[in-house]
């Protein structure tokens, strides 16, 4: 769904309806988040109304997300104070919002019984026993584990319904109307065809040999193309998991021990693609099989298919257990490659099925797969190991330990060579640099901001890679001599005549076209051939469709040119026609259109209402309080 939104978020009718939708909630009084002042109560990390939040429920869940982070930061203690206050903000603002909406929900004389409030506890997994049952003396367990009083927690659920019901009173009103839902759907759905003329830069025959002098000229107007670029003689050593786990000693039982608690990670079932078309009888199911048999292409069975009351649709990389219908999954797992296998009978209705791509299933062996294994159980050793073992080398650095004097026993690996800015050797081969790509890229970018004869210091990267950096020399990007580059020169100079000369033609014969004569005039009078486009749809290319001509189609009127590079020539084309679907003849694709523009309105709006309906109830937060609760005093 997000990337039928992300296209569709560019269209004009979206763009129209999603305004009106921000009108409405400008009506509702979005103004921004709560503003950080003070005049609160004391006692309080922030009131709303006549509704105090404690310090004990903002501590609650200030902790909870710490300790989210924490499974993500190697040190949370190290984490800057704008970033702990950022957590703060967010908690005390969802708190905020939380108890607005109840207040919000009462005002409104929403109210929850207390036997949904029980039913909603007693449901609740953490809180059943062995025999699957609510057992209250695992719930008291639970809760005084997260610090909670049944109380406390019974009042919490009482309010998460209530404003739960709220929300799903506002989220009803959120249905777009059918006639946006037939527009969107017309738009989404148009397809274009168009006539065309390629001018192909191959075939043409290259220009002479001109003299050095233009050849000069043409390299000075063109230098970045024929400069060295800077290289740099570096000095490194890295200390990661992965080279403290080379030099570490594994037994075969060590081995096996790991693969067996982890060889489901390289294994996976067999996966096909296909395409699939379900009809109610039998005789229809033939008919339509009869015509894809025939040579007909997808495109035209599903036309075919929606003519004829009957379904289409395509399943990528989908396993066995994923398809619905056993009968289907038997028929297509067995099924050669590119041909049509059916009818299938089954109870959704007749099915025929054409597999469109197949990936074998993969089930390596131990003895396969032995130095994967042996490099991740390095890995995870070495992971244990390398926080000790940085700390030495910190220390061996700041005594005079030269970088080539690291013992072999640390671990750690050791390079030296010449690089560019990118890594890449004199030869252009990636530098052979012992460490995963993030770290690699980090140790580049301080050898370039390096100066020769620096301190040697240990720097932690990415992924808890150590590395050590030393300049030895510095040679500065500078122009290649012109007779090192003088062929490369000439060839590059050759394509650029070329690709004027066909850039000159393609635009004659668009101004020929703009002039008031057919493109198949035109195109005659050149000797050249017009081709009829299949119809385009909007966002993709078919094939024998240039990607560059596509994506300007949409933007054209009937009998509009255009001209377009491609990366084998030019093509001048003119839009030909535009075909709309009529949406009062699938019903069903609007209807699609429709719930996924309603499932889309209704995320907005909630956002909006409980936004505007926090910043309406005036929130006040205890500015010292929560200064001292996230560690800023």
């Not at 406390?152 to 009173?169: C, V």
């Not at 004199?426 to 004869?453: M, N, S």
């Not at 075909?579 to 003849?585: G, I, K, T």
Request: no cysteine; proline share 7%.
């Amino acid at each position: 769904m997000l990337g039928f939104f992300r296209s569709l978020a560019g269209t004009w009718p979206a763009r129209i309806f999603f305004g009106l939708l921000a009108v409405a909630f400008v009506g509702w009084g979005i103004a921004g988040r709560s503003n950080f002042g003070g005049g609160a109560d004391p006692s309080s990390i922030a009131t709303v109304g006549d509704t105090r939040i404690t310090a004990a429920q903002f501590e609650n869940g200030y902790r909870h997300e710490m300790q989210r982070i924490s499974q993500e930061v190697p040190d949370p203690s190290q984490l800057p104070p704008d970033v702990r206050r950022q957590v703060g903000n967010e908690v005390l603002q969802t708190l905020i919002t939380q108890k607005a909406l109840v207040s919000e929900a009462n005002r409104m004389g929403l109210s929850v019984p207390e036997s949904a409030v029980q039913a909603e506890i007693t449901a609740v997994p953490a809180f059943q026993g062995l025999n699957g049952k609510f057992d209250h003396n695992q719930y008291l367990q639970v809760l005084q584990q997260n610090n909670l009083t049944p109380a406390r927690f019974q009042e919490e659920t009482r309010e998460d319904l209530t404003k739960n019901q709220l929300l799903q009173t506002v989220a009803a009103g959120g249905q777009p109307p059918k006639l946006l839902a037939s527009i969107l759907y017309t738009y989404l759905n148009e397809s274009r065809t168009a006539d065309m003329v390629t001018i192909p830069f191959a075939g043409r025959t290259p220009p002479a040999a001109p003299t050095d002098a233009v050849l000069q000229r043409y390299v000075a107007n063109n230098i970045s193309r024929y400069t060295a670029p800077e290289y740099r003689r570096i000095k490194m050593v890295v200390l990661s998991p992965g080279t403290i786990g080379r030099t570490l000693a594994m037994t075969d039982a060590d081995l096996h021990t790991w693969w067996e608690a982890h060889k489901e990670e390289f294994q996976s079932p067999e996966k096909r693609s296909m395409e699939v078309i379900t009809t109610d009888t039998d005789a229809t199911a033939r008919a339509l099989a009869a015509l894809w048999r025939g040579g007909a292409s997808w495109d035209a069975m599903q036309a075919a298919a929606k003519k004829a009351g009957a379904t289409a649709s395509t399943l990528t990389d989908s396993t066995a257990q994923a398809i619905p219908a056993p009968e289907l999954a038997k028929a297509a797992f067995a099924a050669p490659l590119n041909q049509v296998t059916g009818p299938i009978a089954e109870p959704l209705g007749v099915q025929l099925v054409m597999v469109t791509g197949m990936t074998a299933a993969k089930n390596p062996t131990y003895q396969s797969m032995i130095d994967t294994i042996r490099t991740r159980l390095g890995e995870e050793r070495g992971a244990d190991l390398i926080d000790e073992r940085a700390q030495k080398l910190e220390e061996m650095f700041a005594g005079g330990t030269r970088i080539d004097e690291v013992p072999a026993d640390m671990g750690a690996a050791g390079a030296e060579g010449t690089l560019d800015a990118a890594g890449n050797t004199p030869e252009g081969k990636p530098g052979p640099i012992p460490a995963p790509q993030d770290a690699r890229v980090k140790l580049i970018d301080d050898a370039f901001h390096a100066q020769k004869g620096d301190t040697t210091q240990l720097t932690e990267g990415p992924g808890h890679v150590w590395y050590a950096v030393q300049v030895l020399d510095v040679t500065k990007a500078a122009p290649k001599p012109f007779a090192s580059i003088r062929m490369q020169a000439l060839s590059d100079w050759q394509a650029a005549q070329i690709r004027h000369s066909a850039e000159e033609d393609a635009a004659k014969l668009l101004t020929t076209v703009k002039g008031g004569e057919t493109l198949a005039a035109a195109a005659w009078g050149s000797g050249r051939q017009v081709t009829r486009t299949p119809p385009v749809p909007r966002g993709r290319a078919p094939a024998g469709v240039p990607a560059q001509l596509a994506q300007v189609l949409p933007n054209l009127k009937k009998g509009d040119p255009t001209m377009v590079e491609t990366p084998t020539g030019f093509v001048v084309a003119v839009l030909a026609d535009i075909h709309r679907p009529d949406a009062a003849a699938d019903e069903s694709g609007v209807a699609q259109v429709r719930q996924k523009l309603a499932s889309l309105t209704r995320d907005v709006m909630l956002d909006a209402y409980a936004r505007a309906v926090a910043t309406n109830a005036h929130a006040v937060p205890n500015t010292k309080l929560f200064d001292q609760m996230t560690g800023e005093q």
